[in-house]
C-alpha cells in the first residue's frame, strides 16, 4: 500500500524557491528538474513531485508508509520555509489519500 499527498503552497516566489530546492537536494538526493517542474526521491524513498505556477508551489508526495509520509512532508516543509524565510511560515494544506 502506497500513501499520498498533495499541497498548493502559496507564494509568488514559487520559481525561484523550486530551483532553490532542487540546487540544495541535488548534492544528496536524486533529482530530476526541468523549467518549473521537478520530481525528488528522498532518503526514505518517498518521491515528491513539484510545479511551480506565478501563485503556488504544487507539492504532491508518494511514500510507501504513513511513517514515511510524515516524514517526507516534514522535510519538505522545513526546506520550503527556511528558502521563503522572508515570507515564512507558508501555508502548507495538505490533502491526504492512501491507494
Known sequence: ??????????TANASRYLAQLCSHWRHKLAVEAEGDRARVVL?????VTLEASPEAVKVAITAGTPADMAAAKGTVTRHLDRFAWREAPLSFAWRD???
Open 97 to 99: 489519500s492512501a491507494g
Open 1 to 10: 500500500m502506497t500513501v499520498s499527498a498533495a499541497c498548493a503552497v502559496p
Open 43 to 47: 532518503l526514505n524513498d518517498a518521491v
